[in-house]
């Protein structure tokens, strides 16, 4: 079964840009949880969607988005980049959000403003 | 807002030794659940333990074990018979109980552990 994929796995944007990074979770997995990775800062938690609806919200700003396809599959954007927005983003995928569930993580997109 | 400390930067160990990774959290609630995840060089998070807050037996899986402290709101992770490939970062995470069916973590600074042959 493959695992979380995340693409791209690297990306050089431009100040002012916006980005979309994308998550597929292993097969049969509804939730998909989003988490920005910084030196400074450490594992920050973005959103979670489930089902395709938004069931949690980290403290970020409105800047950054997200969303979740029918088929599982969600995708997370930042408009209007910041340098502070350099970051390994990290996607994770559960069975199940009903319950405890074992997060599965993919390798992560690490982004990088110029 | 719950809160997850690890307050050793940085660890090393010899190779077949014994090393205990620290964390402490901050929280009012009753029913939680804590992990420790591993982060290599691929960046990939993997789960390496975990522990219900209502469960008072420490949580064991194969070398590792936790020390887990309710009282104290400690929960260490004890890694035994040291192997190259268990260098890594290790993350200590706490679920909340009381947030649905949600999957968020709130995750410690972390502790890179080295392994010397």
């Known amino acids: 079964k493959a695992g979380v994929t995340q693409t791209p796995r690297y990306l050089i944007k431009t100040r002012g840009q916006q980005v979309t990074l994308s998550c597929s979770p292993i097969?049969?997995?509804?939730?998909v949880s989003w988490y920005q990775q910084t030196p400074g800062q450490g594992l920050q938690f973005l959103f979670e969607?489930?089902?395709?609806?938004?069931?949690n919200k980290g403290n970020f700003p409105g800047r950054f988005s997200g969303r979740q396809f029918s088929n599982s599959r969600s995708e997370m954007n930042v408009s209007t980049l910041e340098l502070g927005d350099s970051a390994l983003y990290l996607c994770?995928?559960?069975?199940?959000?009903?319950?405890?569930?074992?997060?599965?993580f993919g390798s992560g997109t690490q982004l990088s403003v110029l | 807002a719950q809160t997850v400390t690890q307050s050793q930067p940085e660890m090393s160990v010899q190779e077949a030794e014994t090393v205990t990774l620290s964390c402490t959290y901050d929280?009012?609630?009753?029913?939680?659940?804590l992990f420790w995840y591993k982060q290599p060089p691929s960046r990939q998070m993997i789960l390496v333990i975990r522990?219900?807050?209502?469960?008072?037996q420490n949580a064991t899986e194969n070398r590792f074990s936790v020390n887990f402290q309710k009282a104290a709101k400690s929960f260490s992770l004890k890694i035994s018979d040291s192997q190259l490939g268990d260098a890594a970062m290790y993350f200590c995470?706490?679920?909340?109980?009381?947030?649905?069916?949600?999957?968020?973590?709130?995750f410690g600074k972390g502790t890179k552990l080295t392994v010397n042959p």
């Open positions: 929280t009012s609630e009753s029913d939680y659940y």
């Open positions: 969607y489930f089902s395709e609806t938004q069931r």
């Open positions: 097969s049969g997995h509804r939730s």
């Open positions: 995470a706490y679920r909340s109980g009381a947030q649905g069916g949600s999957e968020k973590l709130v």
């Open positions: 522990q219900e807050a209502y469960k008072q």
């Open positions: 994770a995928s559960s069975l199940d959000g009903g319950t405890v569930r074992k997060l599965f």
